[in-house]
Each structure stands twice: as C-alpha cells, then as structure tokens.
C-alpha cells in the first residue's frame, strides 16, 4: 500500500538541478576577498538553521553576511546564471553542504576563485557548480561587481586540456581560467551534479 508522507512547512523537495549549460553568460554578483567562509556564504544559528529542508527560503540568507541586497539581486537571475568571485581559500570553515546548495539554486554554475577550502570545493562539485582557478592572480584585480563574463561551451572546454577563456563583456577583456577536476569529478559537475548522476542510474 502507499503510504501518504506528510511534512511539516519547512520541508520542501530538493530542487532539480538541470546539466550545466553551454554558455554561462551573467553579471558577477559578489566579489569576494581571501577566506571567505561557508557561514559567510549561507549563516548558521537559530534564525537559518530551522529552514535548512527548505532551500527555497534558506537561499533568502544566502551571502548575507557580505551584502545584505545578495539575495534579491541573485533571484533575477536564477534562470540565466550569474558569477560569484573570490579569493585564497574560498569556502573555508565547516562542510555545510548548504553553502553550495544555495548559490546552485539561485542560478551560480561557476565559482572562479584563486583557490578553494578542500570540503567546500568538493560540495561544489556534488551540486554542480564548477570551481574554476584563475591562471594570472592578478585577473582578479581587473574584475568588477556587476561586471557581465561569459564562457563559451564551457562544456567542451573543461573536458579539454585547453585554457578556458572568460570573456568580461563589461571591460571588453579576456582571460583564462582553468581547473583540477578528476574525471568523476567532471562527471558530476557535466550532469548538475551526483544527485542527477544517481537518479540516471536508478532509471
């Protein structure tokens, strides 16, 4: 017999996370500096925790820490796509998957950082998002909030020893970025991440 399950107002299905596109093209929301941690990116405490089976509302804390409007400027562009940029060590503190979840959901496909806190990169991946590197640090001086980038078949170019070209539409510039994905790695961030991985294969 079926079993009707019944959940409480804060408790949402996960969202479906759709493969990563083939063009990100959208204005970088966030630019960060060195260590920015995931309680930074999405707070913990009694006022966010309660919510955490309910991404749509706990993506409205999302990077509130940084700047407060992050949320209502992000939701614009849940459908096309934005860029959040930042530092050494992004992502450090906890492993709150949380902190990668949210940004997916309001429509980040790509971080680009000049590295990566190791559990948080890895919780990028699980979701989706790719972690890309620059490859000359001082791109990152040459950057703006608000600044529009766009990756061309970013598909095809991060399963290819080639440099990956951003172009900043903004500043009418280019530079590379690059990334250290293993291949299951790549699998997971090419099909939107392990869930959708797992859902093909119970299929």
Known sequence: DKQELIMGPNIKPLPHFPELSH??????????GNNISTDEILPAGSKVLPLRSNIPEISKFAFSQIDETYYNRAIKYQKTGSFVIGGNNYGQGSSREHAAMVPRYLG????????????????????????????????????????????????????????????????????????????????????????????????
């Open 23 to 32: 063009h990100l093209e959208g204005p970088v929301l966030l630019k960060m």
């Open 108 to 203: 980040v496909e790509a971080v680009i950082a000049k590295s990566y806190a190791r559990i948080h990169r890895k919780n990028l991946i699980n979701f989706g998002i790719v972690p890309l590197l620059f490859v000359n640090l001082s791109d990152y001086d040459k950057i703006d909030q608000e600044d529009i980038l766009e990756i061309k078949n970013i598909r095809l170019l991060i399963t290819s020893e080639v440099a990956i070209e951003v172009g900043n539409k903004t500043k009418k510039s280019l530079f590379t970025v690059t990334h250290n994905l293993t291949r299951l790695e790549l699998d997971s961030v090419l099909a939107g991440g392990l869930i959708n991985i797992s859902r093909k294969k119970c299929n």
